[in-house]
């Protein structure tokens, strides 16, 4: 995928999983020793998935929220306010020391830039060290991820290839499998 100057940019299945897969290589030529995972939801569960079963360590999950729509399955949604849930969901009684915040990408950068301190004023105790990896590093983006895989100058909107479900109904969904 270029970064051409373009105001989209459609992301196919195989290229979001190409990417994930781009990332966790880049990540683990690093060198950095990390013992847990944290992946921001919805956008990072996918590649926190992926990075725990390839690493074979511990995830956690920080569901966040930060876009809206007035219109349902309108997929130019807009930025809100942002909204964190009151814990993370682990499996582990701890969080581990060295932590790599994974999401999808940073827009603006806000949720990224406020999920750091709010794992430090939740999790300081137990955190020596945290990293953050996104597929995707916008220009506009207040905070640059120390891992990335793809920098977009021109800011272009992503559509991602799981979007789709957003602009259907589970009846919509089984008329198109009964269609098959």
């Known amino acids: 995928m270029s970064d051409s100057p373009v105001s989209d940019l459609h992301v196919s299945w195989d290229d979001y999983h190409q990417k994930i897969e781009q990332l966790a290589v880049q990540i683990h030529q690093s060198g950095w020793q990390f013992n847990q995972?944290?992946?921001l939801a919805k956008g990072g569960l996918r590649i926190g998935d992926v990075l725990a079963r390839l690493?074979?360590?511990p995830l956690a999950i920080l569901s966040t929220a930060s876009?809206?729509?007035?219109?349902p399955g309108d997929l130019q949604n807009q930025r809100s306010t942002l909204v964190f849930s009151n814990d993370l969901t682990k499996t582990t009684a701890h969080l581990g020391?060295?932590?790599l915040v994974v999401d999808d990408l940073v827009d603006s950068?806000?949720?990224l830039k406020k999920t750091l301190p709010w794992l430090s004023c939740k999790y300081g105790f137990y955190i020596e060290e945290v990293r953050t990896a996104v597929l995707w590093y916008?220009?506009?983006s207040a905070i640059k991820p120390d891992y990335y895989v793809d920098y977009l100058?021109?800011?272009p909107w992503i559509h991602q290839p799981f979007e789709t479900y957003?602009?259907?109904?589970?009846s919509q969904l089984a008329a198109k499998i009964a269609d098959q």
């Open 37 to 39: 995972i944290v992946c």
């Open 55 to 57: 690493y074979d360590l």
């Open 67 to 71: 876009y809206s729509s007035t219109n």
């Open 97 to 99: 020391s060295h932590v």
């Open 109 to 111: 950068g806000i949720t």
């Open 138 to 140: 916008k220009a506009c």
């Open 153 to 155: 100058q021109s800011n």
């Open 166 to 170: 957003e602009l259907m109904t589970p």
